[in-house]
């Protein structure tokens, strides 16, 4: 509103200097007019005293023409005479034309006439007589002195009228000055009057540009306040015009579309920003489109991907939404959209925990159920060696099944363990840890024929959970066992590690197996990710790391030419004092936690 206001303002200025303009033209116009005609009576009035004085002159030339025959009797005198009697008839038509406006100059004109007329009478009279021989009589009728009268009577009736003529000479010369100082005048107050309406239009013109040079800077800053903003978010910003044009990315958008600003700008935001199904890789309806179509905030749909430059596809969430101006008019639409890979990941962690955590509860169901029994099939074998008479070779199998037995209800024990593991950290010994979890997996290494290489260095005791610990091992050495062919070796090696904190407990178990693809490594602690075709659940890595780094460790892929094999070897390194131990305040068990 302001700024037609503003835009009225200077329009109605304009319209009035031309109106000003105009009018002055008109002015000066009709000043001119007048101008011109009081210059024409000034003019009239001049002919009229010329003819008036031509009048006079003309007939004193026929006078003198007439006399200088009448003394000299030679005809060459009466040219004049001749010519002036032929121009005072016309001299005297001209003034009473010019006069004709005049009532009292043509009433003198005509008694002017009558003068003349006589005078040009009494001349003609002499020379006619003096021609005819009586030049007595003709100087008889000049000395009368009737020609001096009328000559007399010409002057005073020529004299009269310039007077008359003059007078009003003089007053059309004032008409016609005033004229001029009025066009003058006129002129003067309508450049001025147009020289301050030009300047007040000057400089309202340039307040107006300095306030908008004002109001661009400001919206300058304001544009690259914004421009910095959506730069320094830390999603992907796409702006476009009221056509979908892109117009603006910021650098985060620039890195998940692969388009730069500059590449960007012009195409439409289908092309600098495509997004499909994640599971049928369909291109989908772009949001943009949906919000000019309905003027609203829409989300994107979910399970979509965003095509990278390069044909690499990153799951994204988005909304976009309308952009109007102050005449609620939709001028654009801005997108906002953000890497959605990592909650992806996370939410599919969520469900594999949830599943990891139902398989411990069944774990330690069976475990629990299992254990009942055993307790029975070992009594019943203790009674059964009881027995008197019992054979020799019947003691030993039923000692051999006895000792399978405790294996097992040791296994069934242990399972429960790991599921109800104590809050309360123990003193332990890995020494002590990975011979047990040998002796576990010594019927697993005999079947394969598969040799254990031991260089147990001594070594401090750890602080920490017995039960999680025998389980990081087992997995562990049960992962060797399961990669090596028949006969093959492994490798357990436990050293101490001085570390300027504390002294540290290293652990590396190597196999000579197949090894692990480099392209792999990186997930190879991902729950569920396993390289076992036939067995294997995918969780026994992802189980150790989380129960060594509850314990403040660390534990890594070592590569094959560190290891000094060609298989894979895994390095894990355990704090020995309490003051690095726990990275957390939880106290429950990684079992328990997962229940």
């Known amino acids: 509103m302001q700024t037609n206001h503003k835009r009225f303002s200077v329009i109605a200025g304009f319209v009035l200097l031309l109106i000003l303009l105009a009018a002055n033209a008109l002015v000066t116009r009709r000043q001119v007019a007048v101008q011109v005609a009081d210059q024409a009576w000034v003019v009239h009035t001049q002919q009229v005293l010329f003819e008036l004085t031509q009048t006079e002159l003309t007939v004193r030339e026929a006078e003198s023409g007439q006399r200088g025959f009448l003394y000299t009797g030679d005809p060459k005198y009466l040219s004049p005479y001749s010519r002036a009697i032929a121009e005072v008839g016309p001299n005297l038509d001209q003034l009473t034309r010019l006069t004709a406006d005049n009532p009292e100059r043509q009433k003198d004109l ?5 003068v003349a007329d006589k005078k040009l009478a009494e001349l003609a009279e002499t020379v006619s007589l ?34 008359d003529e003059n007078s009003l000479q003089s007053q059309r010369v004032a008409t016609y000055q005033k004229s001029i100082r009025m066009t ?21 013109i340039f307040r107006e540009m300095n306030l908008r040079e004002k109001y661009s800077l400001e919206i300058a800053k304001r544009e690259e306040w914004y421009r910095v903003t959506l730069s320094s978010l830390g999603d992907g910003v796409i702006a476009t015009d009221e056509n979908g044009v892109v117009t603006f990315l910021n650098p985060i958008a620039e890195k998940l579309t692969g388009w730069t600003l500059d590449q960007a700008k012009g195409r439409t935001v289908q092309e600098a920003f495509p997004i499909f199904n994640e599971y049928t890789l369909q291109q989908v309806e772009n949001p943009v489109g949906k919000v000019m179509q309905h003027g609203r905030v829409v989300g994107l749909a979910n399970h ?24 609620k008019r939709l001028v654009g639409v801005v997108l906002v959209f953000r890497d959605a890979t990592h909650e992806r990941k996370s939410q599919e962690v969520l469900r594999k925990t949830e599943k990891l955590a139902a398989a411990a509860r069944l774990a330690a169901t069976f475990a629990h159920e299992i254990n009942n029994p055993l307790e029975a099939v070992v009594n019943l074998i203790y009674i059964v060696k009881s027995l008197e008479g019992l054979p020799e070779v019947a003691i030993q199998p039923l000692e051999m099944a006895e000792h399978e037995l405790e294996r097992v209800s040791h296994i069934t024990r242990q399972t429960l363990g790991f599921y109800r593991e104590s809050t309360v950290r123990a003193s332990v010994q890995l020494s002590v840890v990975i011979e047990n979890v040998l002796k576990l997996y010594s019927n697993k290494l005999r079947a394969k024929n598969i040799q254990v290489e031991r260089d147990l260095a001594e070594c401090p005791p750890i602080s920490g959970f017995t039960g999680e610990l025998t389980q990081a091992v087992s997995n562990l050495i049960s992962n060797a066992a399961d990669a090596v062919a028949d006969k093959g070796r492994i490798r357990v090696r436990l050293f101490p590690v001085q570390k300027p904190d504390c002294q540290w407990v290293g652990l590396v178990i190597e196999d000579d197996g197949p090894g692990i693809e480099p392209k792999l490594a990186e997930r190879i602690f991902e729950p569920f990710f396993t390289t076992k075709t036939d067995v294997g659940t995918g969780l026994g890595l992802w189980v150790t790391k989380e129960i060594i780094k509850r314990h403040g460790g660390s534990i890594e892929i070592v590569p094959v030419a560190e290891a000094g094999s060609r298989g894979a070897a895994f390095s894990v390194q355990l704090p020995c004092s309490n003051l690095a131990t726990e990275q957390s305040g939880d106290q429950t068990s990684f079992s328990k936690t997962t229940k």
């Open 184 to 204: 003058i005048a006129s002129n003067y107050l309508a450049s001025i009057v147009a020289a301050i309406g030009l300047l007040l239009l000057a400089y309202y």
């Open 130 to 163: 003096y021609r005819a021989g009586k030049m007595n009589d003709a100087k008889a009728l000049v000395l009368t002195d009737e020609g001096r009268h009328y000559m007399g009577e010409i002057r005073r009736l020529v004299t009269k009228m310039e007077a």
């Open 110 to 114: 005509l008694e002017l006439r009558t």
């Open 304 to 327: 979509t991907v965003l095509r990278h430059s390069n044909g690499n596809l990153t799951a994204i969430e988005d909304s976009a939404a309308p952009i109007y101006d102050d005449q």
